[in-house]
């Protein structure tokens, strides 16, 4: 299932007029252009989006989840580790806190207007609030987040996971993020080396590229995401 909506995103990505492709050279990640986690467990679906935030420091996080009870809160953070195959969620380790705030500080209390200060790297919730799912189960949120980035060893959110919590904070759902960089259409063949095999249409669509169009990144992004959702939702 993970393995087929990852395909899906990325046919979605290469399919549209700016072309992504998941970054699988942990060297090249101050190119990561956006990043994603896709977030299964406990009948609870959907996605988190990471894109910088034009002019400004740390990314926009956006988040759109199913399979939630309505009302309920939902924390969520960044983890330390990455979710093994099996999709065990507890093995994702603690909250990344590069700076040690958590301990530093001996009584944790996020405080938004500092938090490189005041809050774990991976504590998103606390500067964005909890989840809370609408009547049809479906929470979404989109936020900056000052901190988090794709290049900076501390701050840096590839590499890590994404834990949604249920309120007694055990381990909902789960996902590792994934960086994603434009594809260079000048280095064809290289960057078709690195990624997967695509059909004939998704190739001949590469004619009218235009990677400078950040407007179009997002377009390919949305249809990334609408993808993702019909896919869950099948
Ligand atoms: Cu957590």
Redesign the pocket.
Same mark, same amino acid.
């Given at each position: 299932m993970f393995k087929n909506i990852v395909a899906l995103v990325f046919a979605a990505a290469t399919a549209s007029a700016s072309l992504y492709v998941r970054d699988t050279d942990s060297s090249s990640a101050s190119k990561v252009a956006q990043a994603m986690a896709v977030i299964a467990g406990n009948g609870v679906s959907g996605n988190f989006t990471f894109v910088p935030i034009p002019g400004q420091a740390g990314l926009e996080v956006g988040i759109n989840l199913s399979g939630l009870k309505q009302g309920t809160q939902y924390?969520? !953070?960044i !983890?330390v580790s990455l979710v093994p195959a099996n999709g065990n969620c507890t093995a994702t380790g603690g !909250?990344l806190d590069t700076y040690g705030v958590k301990t530093a500080n001996g009584t944790y209390n996020c405080d938004k207007t500092k938090p490189l200060a005041t809050c774990e790297i991976g504590d998103l919730a606390g500067i964005a609030g909890n989840l809370v799912a609408n009547a049809n189960g479906q929470a979404t949120m989109t936020f900056n987040n000052p901190v988090i980035t794709f290049g900076d060893n501390k701050t840096t959110v590839l590499g890590h996971s994404i834990?949604v !919590?249920n309120p007694d904070n055990s381990r909902l759902a789960c996902g590792n993020i994934v960086g994603y960089v434009l594809k260079d259409p000048s280095s064809k063949s290289e960057s078709e080396s690195k990624s997967e095999p695509k059909s004939k249409s998704e190739s001949d669509s590469e004619s009218d590229t235009d990677t400078q169009s950040s407007g179009a990144s997002s377009v390919a992004m949305s249809a990334a995401l609408a993808l993702v959702a019909a896919a869950i939702a099948f």
């Amino acid at each position: 299932m993970f393995k087929n909506i990852v395909a899906l995103v990325f046919a979605a990505a290469t399919a549209s007029a700016s072309l992504y492709v998941r970054d699988t050279d942990s060297s090249s990640a101050s190119k990561v252009a956006q990043a994603m986690a896709v977030i299964a467990g406990n009948g609870v679906s959907g996605n988190f989006t990471f894109v910088p935030i034009p002019g400004q420091a740390g990314l926009e996080v956006g988040i759109n989840l199913s399979g939630l009870k309505q009302g309920t809160q939902y924390p969520f !953070h960044i !983890h330390v580790s990455l979710v093994p195959a099996n999709g065990n969620c507890t093995a994702t380790g603690g !909250h990344l806190d590069t700076y040690g705030v958590k301990t530093a500080n001996g009584t944790y209390n996020c405080d938004k207007t500092k938090p490189l200060a005041t809050c774990e790297i991976g504590d998103l919730a606390g500067i964005a609030g909890n989840l809370v799912a609408n009547a049809n189960g479906q929470a979404t949120m989109t936020f900056n987040n000052p901190v988090i980035t794709f290049g900076d060893n501390k701050t840096t959110v590839l590499g890590h996971s994404i834990v949604v !919590h249920n309120p007694d904070n055990s381990r909902l759902a789960c996902g590792n993020i994934v960086g994603y960089v434009l594809k260079d259409p000048s280095s064809k063949s290289e960057s078709e080396s690195k990624s997967e095999p695509k059909s004939k249409s998704e190739s001949d669509s590469e004619s009218d590229t235009d990677t400078q169009s950040s407007g179009a990144s997002s377009v390919a992004m949305s249809a990334a995401l609408a993808l993702v959702a019909a896919a869950i939702a099948f």
